[in-house]
């Protein structure tokens, strides 16, 4: 099995790399999905893309704290994870959190991490119902860091999901990482890109820390630093407390009952330390993780880079791991 997955994996690596022309064929369209949350009603904007030739499968794809579905989809087109799903023959579900993007925004005290969970679990039922467009019959749940904290909920409370993939998030943290990120945050409404009118208690980067907070020391050039900026947004603290306390701190995980793929940056400061995670392989990775899961987990590790691996150079072979792991494990 592992020989099969690393030559699908290759495969579609080449496939992404070359550009084929089923990802010219791909339709995209904007989703303003009505949710209830605490009992007062919300919206999740999302952008709902499937290949030209039909997908059973889609990709619900969550981002973290400070992103919303930017990071999902760069507008540089280098950096396209929801490109390569779709080009491997998947569709995506690249959402905005509540508070984000498109998305409606709540008062940043009642937004935890549980009711972006409860959101998210009601955009999944949409898609398998065709209340956006298609109906699909398996959905996989993907997250980076926060927003894989909000995929851990989603899989373990709502059992909606057929696969779950996890991204910049691990169960022993650095704590000394995780506080020289939150160092680099400031109130939203003191920031130009959002203004003095932006709602109180949302945080996002202060200017210029991205780099050092999320890809240090992984390369980072100046163009995709200034896309970095224009494309951030914001979070409620209260998301980020109650995702660690629900997913990361109790094995919340052993509740996921369908496959797992763990893919962290080797030099990610917020999971990764001699006192936290040894990411140094995908073996290492898994042997740190594996008891964490009762599900079948897979890992892999992007070398060399940060959190957010996204924006990493070899970024195209994290993408077709995806695409393979979701080809042999969520729809055989």
Known sequence: MRHSFAAAALLAAATTLTA????????????HAPVTVLGSPETVHGRL?????????????????????????????????RAAQNAAGFATFALDRLGTG??????????????????????????????????????????????????????????????????????????????????????????????????????TTAAGKRYESFHAPGPLPAPLRELEEATKDVFSPTEAVD????????????????????????????VC???ATNCSTAETLREAEAPYFTAPLRTHVVTGYGHSINLAPDAARYYAVVAAWVAEEVER
């Open 102 to 203: 498109g998305s409606s925004r709540p008062v940043a005290a009642t937004l935890t991490a549980t009711a972006q969970a409860a959101a998210v679990h009601q955009v999944v039922q949409g898609l398998r119902s065709g209340a956006y467009g298609p109906a699909f019959t398996r959905v996989v749940i993907g997250g980076h860091s926060l927003g894989a904290a909000i995929g851990v909920l989603v899989a373990g409370a709502h059992h909606d999901v057929d696969g779950v993939l996890l991204t910049g998030i691990a169960h022993r943290v650095n704590p000394g990482g995780v506080v020289g990120a939150f160092a680099n945050f400031v109130p939203a409404n003191l920031d130009p890109k959002f203004g003095v009118l932006h709602p109180l208690g949302y945080l």
């Open 243 to 270: 995702g660690l306390a629900a997913t990361v701190l109790p094995p919340y995980s052993l509740l996921i009952n369908v496959p797992v793929l763990s893919v962290v940056g080797s030099e990610d400061t917020a």
């Open 49 to 81: 893309c499937t290949p030209g030739r039909g997908a059973t499968t889609v990709e619900v794809l969550v981002p973290g704290a400070t992103y919303n579905s930017a990071y999902w989809d760069y507008p540089d087109g280098a950096h396209s994870f």
């Open 273 to 275: 330390g001699p006192l």
């Open 20 to 31: 084929p022309p089923a990802a010219a064929a791909t339709t995209c369209r904007d989703v």
